[in-house]
């Protein structure tokens, strides 16, 4: 054997090994025949052509037509949820201040959550292009808000014979972390064919929705405890509901980055980590988008 076809062969390895038994001798043969006399080395091409097949026969495994379905149908209904997600957390933070009547404060999140809610009422009508027009929007006024924030003068007051200074504790990866969950949402809804609540049904949706939000406002009124255990309770159960089917564990796949980069806080936003996590949001996102445009829907 020689040392070019012993390459040839680890390059096969690739392929499933049912395949490459009942193709490998035959693949290896073409190989064989198209090198050049004196080539030790398998040709560049040759091997992204091996490597390339190799992966999408086990792709195409891992992910059967059946399965390709219910992925559709998770992207669709994650890329409704994350606005929903934006929506319901602005109006909870709008109640909690207004529970306080500091309603100054309350004003500017309640006036970013209902964006949001549009985003989320055009996705279900079915208006796509309009609600991804409308996510980047808010995901460009986002990045705006945090550059003027990071522009600011410094503070400087004057207290008796002492100059005091205070500088916005800003920089550029917090404003990142800032914009994060925007930005994924707007590619959620990008990716996603068709964004909806799909099979799940949009009054089965409604109705869960409604019920998370109304026990988490409901939460605020309680004390700190037996709020929080009600809050826990109600997210715990859509949790476990979800992850009883199979289109709802893959959409809850889908969602952990966006909930990830929704929670960080904001020591956590250095720049290694905040790569770490564009990066794996990146590839989860455009591997579930493959595998949504590759199946039907459900």
Known sequence: MTALERRYRRLLAWYPKDHRARHE????????????????????RDALDVVRGGLAIRLHRVAPPASRRHWRAAIDLAALLAPLTLFGAGLFRAAGYAGRFAFDQALPHLVYALPYGLIVLLA?????????ACAWAMAALSAVEQVLLLSLPVETR?????????????I???????????????VMLTLAPSPGPGPMGARRLL??????????????LLPKVFGAV?????????????????VGRRT???????????????WFSDLASLT????????????TAWLARAGKPA
């Open 276 to 287: 770490a996590v564009a990066v794996a949001t990146a590839t989860l996102l455009g591997v």
């Open 124 to 132: 279900w009508l079915g208006r796509r292009w309009a609600a991804i």
């Open 158 to 170: 004057v207290v008796g014979d002492v100059v005091l200074i205070s500088a916005r504790p800003m």
């Open 25 to 44: 001798e035959e693949m290896l043969a073409v190989l064989l025949a198209t090198s050049t006399p004196g080539q030790n080395r398998p040709a560049r």
């Open 252 to 266: 809850a796949a889908i969602l952990t980055p966006f909930l990830v980069v929704a929670v960080m806080p904001s």
């Open 172 to 186: 550029g990866a917090s404003m990142l972390l800032s914009t994060l969950p925007s930005c994924v949402c707007a």
């Open 207 to 220: 109705a869960w929705a409604s019920g998370v939000l109304a026990a988490c406002l409901v939460g605020l």
């Open 230 to 246: 009600l809050m826990l309770a109600a997210l715990g159960t859509v949790a476990v509901m979800a992850l009883r089917s199979l």
